[in-house]
């Protein structure tokens, strides 16, 4: 499953995207990154977890009824 992630690094740095493995145990994880307005952009990086100050998962609640299909982003 793809996790949707907001990654923010020791030295100040944002990034924005998508990693399929988290690993807590590892020494970090691949994330494919995306522009602010979630459009993939083509590339990814390895961050490490000890450059890592705080990482902000998205996560997506979809609600569907009969008359409609709504993507709520918590």
């Known amino acids: 499953m793809r996790q949707r992630m907001v990654v923010r690094t020791k030295d100040g740095k944002v ?10 145990n590892s ?26 100050k705080a990482i902000f998962y998205k996560a997506f609640i979809i609600i569907q009824t009969l008359q409609c299909k709504e993507i709520y982003c918590v």
Request: proline residues 3%; aromatic residues 16%.
């Open 27 to 52: 020494d970090g994880f691949h994330l494919d990154l995306v522009d602010k307005n979630n459009m993939p952009i083509g590339k990814s990086v390895y961050l490490e977890f000890k450059d890592i």
């Open 15 to 24: 990034a924005y995207g998508f990693t399929l493995v988290f690993n807590k």
